[in-house]
């Protein structure tokens, strides 16, 4: 990454200066006490679900094995922001390190499309169970369920890890002030010494294709769930296929819901304030609603972390 100096940086600035949240000193400190429950929340409740799932015999099936990495998923995806962000609303010069800022780029968005991957898998597993009831349990074998695991960590983290490395290697001017509390591409690439608009329709590609491709799957998944669930003759069984899929389709409503208001409403005259709100909201609040979700509304899941909070 080259440096360039300019009348308003020197040859000692070593990094970018992230504005976060401005307000005043006391308006910080409290902001610092708000995350920093949040985030142990956060990290008890998926942590909860883990440990769950891990020492719970009747929880060693495919639903409940893709539960527990996808909590162990959103423990490190809040982990990618938050713990900077506490520091900077500590801090007086708000600096992140050019490694530091690349670091958490490349991390966030791998690990939020490992999430995206995620969504599709437990999307196809309900699929699999209501649709193919008798040949489920031959389909979805140990072997494939760790086989898709395997494949949506891998898949992951390798999707951005080319334009990352492209951009990182890009010259960048000016003050380099972004006005996000992480470093995201959009204010990033506005930092560069020379326009390059390939390399921003490569990474807006990128970034968009597993979001929308794997969201119409999911779409696909649930039409054929509910064609399947509405042949069910009795009202119980209804409220039974219905209730198996009810906690995956508000985790997936709550995630794209946010990401689709992100990229997919109109430009407002309040950008970055829009994108810091509804950022927080599918990096930060979803990751603390989760295991609330996942536990209120499943009997087996409740009774174990009954039985985990009670030793």
């Known amino acids: 990454m080259k440096i360039f100096n300019t009348p308003s940086n020197s040859s000692t600035f070593t990094g970018f200066i992230l504005l976060g949240f401005p307000c005043p000193r006391e308006g ?43 909590s162990f998923l959103e423990i490190w995806y809040v982990t990618s922001t938050v713990p900077n962000m506490l520091a900077n609303f500590l801090s007086d010069t708000k600096v992140i390190s050019f490694s530091g800022c690349f670091l958490q780029f490349y991390f966030f968005f791998s690990l939020g499309s490992t999430e995206c991957f995620f969504l599709a898998v437990m999307a196809f597993d309900r699929y699999l169970a209501i649709c193919q009831p008798l040949h489920y349990p031959t389909i979805m074998t140990r072997r494939l369920c760790t086989n898709l695991v395997i494949n949506c960590w891998v898949l992951g983290f390798i999707w951005f890890l080319i334009p990352i490395v492209i951009i990182s290697q890009m010259s960048f001017c000016g003050p380099r002030i972004i006005d996000h509390f992480l470093c995201d591409p959009a204010p990033l690439l ?23 491709m794997l969201f119409l799957f999911i779409v696909g998944s649930y039409a054929l769930v509910l064609r399947a669930v509405l042949r069910v003759p009795s009202a119980a069984g209804r409220r039974k296929a219905f209730s198996t899929c009810g906690s995956h389709l ?22 970055a304030g829009k994108q810091k709100i509804v950022t927080l909201f599918y990096s930060v609040v979803t990751p603390l609603l989760n295991p609330m979700i996942y536990s209120l509304r499943n009997k087996d899941m409740k009774k174990s972390l009954k039985k985990l909070w009670e030793t």
């Open 190 to 212: 506005t930092l560069t010494c020379k326009k390059a608009p390939v390399i921003e329709l490569v990474f807006s590609v990128l970034s968009s294709l597993p979001v929308f």
């Open 250 to 271: 508000t985790v997936v409503s709550l995630f794209y819901g946010s990401v689709i208001v992100m990229y997919g409403s109109p430009p407002s005259q309040n950008e």
């Open 28 to 70: 910080q400190i409290l902001l610092f006490v708000l995350f920093t429950v949040v985030y142990l929340l956060t990290f008890t409740g998926n942590g909860s679900i883990i440990c769950a799932v891990h020492w719970d015999q009747r929880l060693h099936i495919p639903m409940y094995i893709l539960l527990a990495n996808f």
